[in-house]
């Protein structure tokens, strides 16, 4: 007897419909017709079964708190770090955890089962870092969940950040960041990201910054980034966000940086919504589109994967935590317009995050597999940006966490 039989499901780019069945939280068999039964039958329906999406970026600890003490009234990053400061000398870890559950619960509804968040450690207390991580152990057996430890004030700006990382290493975070653009000097800057790579070099921790998020060729830190990613041998256990300054170097800058990047073998990911929200505000005619070069970076080999990034907070009033809104904006914002280039912005949702992430070989619809997957009412990957649905099934460890009804909607014209 089976655990779970999913009948008259269809894989990506095939027109015959299967069965999937599930033992012991793997995929055992995917074949048409499968003789036997279940303790629990799905009837499928035609839908397409995809595996789960996979948030890059996301911030939990702000997640909820847009309007709380105040508006960002100028939609920019400096007013959002402001506000931010203002909001964190009231964190308690109760409120951290409910906020950033339902968040988490979002996230789920809309086939997200791989979530990795950056998480101030600014605060003495480090209250924002020690409840996510109690969250992380909380809701393991459904949800992976990563830490990112991020100095939101900025490694040489704020000194008493360095033990704070040091600190947030032996209570278990995931990996480590920074914010080098928001240092003092192009010195510290450098300086910042070269104290985080020895500290996770050491740690065997991975390191994710949040990079060049700047309207300005003058931010250079995406090549250092990778030179170090190279020297100390963590490739792509490395991640840049943001990259926004990619889209205002010259041709020939771009193109060096690019193959930097590419020998590196880091990642990059990209946060369409977000920045396409806050970037530009002060560029004279014509602005900036606020994205990186997600076309030409990927055109270089190089792994780029789509983020949420924040959801009603200081930075961004908006957000559902829907992985197929970001991927719709990031369509646009990056001209990725042919039938090719649509079904490589779902991977960057799916694959290429799960790559970001390191989950690589357990990831995916297959006999041996994990069995983490989603059904969608659609076949073709254009409707799926076009409508943006929510799965029909969630599947997580061979359990159904999340249903959504079919959306019905009667006419009368």
Not at 41 to 58: C, K, R
Not at 88 to 95: H, I, N, P, S
Not at 270 to 275: A, E, G, I, R, T
Not at 326 to 334: D, V
Request: aromatic residues 8%; hydrophobic residues 40%; proline residues 4%.
């Amino acid at each position: 007897m089976f655990d779970l039989l999913v009948r008259n499901v269809c894989l990506q780019h095939q027109q015959m419909s299967v069965d999937v069945a599930v033992m012991n939280g793997l995929i055992v068999k995917m074949e048409s017709n499968i003789t036997g039964v279940a303790k629990q039958e799905i009837d499928g329906q035609g839908d397409l079964i995809l595996p789960p999406f996979v948030e890059t970026h996301t911030h939990l600890d702000t997640s909820l708190t847009a309007g709380d003490p105040e508006w960002n009234v100028s939609g920019t990053l400096h007013e959002g770090i402001r506000i931010w400061q203002r909001r964190k000398q009231m964190l308690t870890k109760e409120d951290v955890i409910h906020r950033a559950k339902q968040v988490l619960q979002q996230y789920v509804s809309h086939g997200v089962l791989y979530v990795r968040t950056h998480v101030d450690i600014s605060d003495p207390a480090l209250t924002a870092l020690r409840a996510l991580i109690e969250l992380r152990e909380q809701v393991a057996s459904d949800v992976t969940l990563q830490v990112i430890a991020f100095p939101q004030d900025g490694v040489w700006n704020c000194p008493d950040n360095r033990e704070r990382l040091k600190e947030a290493m032996h209570l278990g975070a995931d990996g480590i960041g920074a914010i080098p653009h928001q240092e003092n000097s192009r010195e510290e800057g450098i300086a910042s990201l070269e104290y985080i790579f020895d500290l996770a070099l050491r740690h065997k921790r991975m390191v994710h910054v949040l990079c060049d998020e700047a309207d300005s060729a003058d931010s250079r830190y995406l090549e250092v980034m990778a030179q170090l990613a190279e020297q100390t041998g963590l490739r792509s256990r490395v991640t840049a966000s943001h990259v926004i300054a990619t889209s205002y170097y010259s041709d020939d800058y771009f193109a060096h940086v690019a193959n930097v990047v590419q020998r590196s073998g880091m990642n990059i990911v990209v946060c369409p919504l977000v920045n396409s929200f806050m970037q530009g505000r002060l560029d004279p005619y014509p602005k900036g589109r606020g994205i990186a070069r997600v076309k030409e970076l990927s055109q270089f080999g190089i792994n780029v994967a789509i983020a949420h990034d924040d959801i009603a907070s200081p930075f961004y009033p908006l957000g559902s935590a829907n992985m197929l809104q970001a991927a719709f904006m990031g369509i646009h914002l990056a001209h990725l317009t042919s039938m090719e280039e649509m079904e490589d912005a779902l991977k960057t949702v799916t694959v290429c995050g799960a790559k970001v992430l390191q989950l690589e070989q357990n990831y995916g619809v297959g006999v041996g597999h994990p069995a983490h997957f989603v059904l969608f009412p659609f076949h073709q990957v254009t409707d799926l940006l076009r409508y943006q649905p929510k799965p029909t099934y969630v599947v997580s460890h061979g359990r159904v966490i999340a249903e959504t009804n079919r959306p019905y909607t009667k006419i009368y014209i």
